[in-house]
């Protein structure tokens, strides 16, 4: 009995160390998951993974994707490295652990696995003018590991009759719904849908539209599946050219942030008990005061896109990308590997908890210290393993080689990223 009780006590008291690990560097999983066979037991077991992201709460950013194309649309901002190389470069939406590509392939770089879904069906009078969302189908969620859960993708498309429709698919029975409809003007208006990422906000999707001189907001309802065109602010209607990005913070506003060379302002809709909406505008903030103080070489700016449920925005620049919160004003560079090009492109964070794959970390656990020393004098070789992992080649067959594949797919080494090829073409996610 007492013997019992001390083995629960030991739990308890590396549980309590095991669950204040970072999550925001989830290579401190992969080695705790080594020092015995006690943590890696813990490591590994789910009521101990939903107590640690119950204690974390909020997922860490893993990683940033982007709809620039290029071999890898995958920029790792940690040591995490995402599970498989898809074969597809056009990201289109990223959201609660899932990556959805334009030729409509979801990806989960947290376990490598992807699905394939049927094209949607458009009229023969669709202009290809498309935008796309991906979100979690579980009401309550609190989506800090439903990457393996059912979720929606929502689709609106631009006809050349101007009419915007709206189609959902399922992924619990693998079909499309019924389509949405909205006639957004004459067939002579200039309107289009804009590459920027639409957000979550109040219970639906919203998307930037690009209608004749002025810029507008498509709004989705997820509840009664109803589409609308939301008017903004006229000094934002009028200032289409400019650089925008849609912002959806917590408490479930929608605002709009507007860049005018290094000059950004918000705007903030409101609406009143009457159910009328109207625009506050933010004070105007010198983003060259700001950025400038990281680093004087730059000289010009762009939004690139949001994280929701935050008042942060990404801005790219001639020598990087930073991220931006609005309350602080406090610019945090996060690659140099994303820059301003001659071509728009959209930025999308990658956030989860990091879930070492139980069936590897299981086997680990039974390796021995002449395994482990072996991996640590072949480190070196580490890059030129990564050409096995790209092309789907496995090392089960042996522990050492799980724990070759577990140290190589686990956030351990940063590979390096290809260098984006800069292109004039112009597309849409």
Known sequence: MEDALEIKDVEEIVEA?????????PENFVCASLVCKLWCHLLSDNGFLGRYRAFHNTPPMLGLLHSWFCNDPFIPITKFIPRGHPKHNNVAFCRHGRVLFSDWVIWFPMTGNTRELPAPQRGENWNTDECAAVLCAVDGCDHGACQSGPFFVVSVGLDEEKVATTIVYSSETSTWSAPTSLDLGFIESDISLSWMPGVL????????????ARLGVLKYDLGTSCLSEIEPAFEIQSARYDSHALIAPEDGQLGIARLNGFNLSAYWREVCHDQVATWKKSEVIDLKKHLLASDPMISHTELVGSV???AIIFATTNIGTYMIDLKSLRPKKLTSELRLFNH???LFPYFSFYNPPVGQVENVAGLGESEMGSIDEESGESESRSSDRESGESDAGSSEGEMRKLMLEAPMVKQKKPKLETSSTKHRP
């Not at 160390?17 to 560097?25: A, D, K, V, Y």
């Not at 906000?201 to 004749?212: I, K, N, P, Q, W």
């Open 201 to 212: 906000s109040g219970g639906a999707l919203h998307f930037t539209l690009m209608h004749d």
């Open 17 to 25: 160390i095991l669950i204040r690990l970072p999550p925001g560097e």
């Open 344 to 346: 728009p492109w959209a």
């Open 308 to 310: 929701e449920r935050t």
